[in-house]
């Protein structure tokens, strides 16, 4: 791409440093982007230009237009390339991945058809069969569930009869303390020290009438 103080750069190189600062690298002038334009000439001329393949060091010794250069990396052998085996993370060449495949401990994995999710690999896919597992999680569960309630039963149990315990203790407890209050309601009271008193006081009355 031309800038429009006339110097012309690659196009990805160019964004990657507008986006730091808005001037021309070489002459630092401030960058207009409408004003930017594409070097068609240049790019043909560019994209004639024989090229190596990027996968060079792997091994691979084709050279190419520059331009062609992308379609090659489709088919190149030396490519690197995911393992498709779901659950492998191996990254090989392109040339060997059939090989590979054919030797990987995931190789052939397949989710069940019944839908449960889980991941099988051909010879347990044979014999699987979801429904009896999930009959026999669902005992399981069954089972624990069951040992769980009769657990809470007994301590049920256990505090039901400790209640009743403390209530009779509690009523015995209240009928000793009746027992004790009894003896001091039903005692005889002593009149004497009234009736002294009584008679000091009559005493005393009749004095000062007469």
């Known amino acids: ?3 429009p103080c006339s110097h012309i750069f690659c196009k990805k190189c160019i964004l990657h440093w507008l986006a730091r600062q808005n001037t021309c690298p070489c002459c630092r002038k401030e960058v207009k982007r409408k004003k930017m334009v594409y070097v068609n000439k240049l790019r043909r001329t560019i994209g004639h230009l024989e090229v190596k393949c990027k996968n060079a060091e792997a091994g691979c010794l084709v050279t190419c237009p520059l331009a062609h250069r992308k379609g090659h990396q489709d088919s190149c052998p030396f ?24 030797h990987c401990q995931q190789g052939g994995q397949q989710h069940c058809p019944l ?4 991941t099988l690999g051909m010879a347990e896919l044979a014999h699987y069969n979801c429904y009896l597992k999930l009959r026999e999680a669902w005992s399981e569960r069954q089972e624990r569930s069951q040992t769980m309630l009769q657990g ?3 301590r049920v149990r256990r505090v039901h009869r400790s209640s009743r315990l403390i209530r009779r203790q509690l009523a015995q407890l209240s009928h000793l303390l009746e027992d004790d209050a009894m003896p001091e309601a039903d005692a005889p ?5 009234g009736t002294e008193v009584w008679g000091a006081q009559g005493q005393g009355t009749l004095e000062i009438e007469g």
């Open 115 to 118: 839908g449960c999710g889980a």
């Open 152 to 154: 809470l039963l007994r």
């Open 1 to 3: 791409m031309r800038l």
């Open 189 to 193: 009271q002593d009149d004497s020290l």
């Open 79 to 102: 490519e690197l390339m995911a393992c498709p085996n779901e659950g492998c993370s191996a990254q090989v060449l392109r040339g060997a991945l059939a090989e590979h495949q054919q």
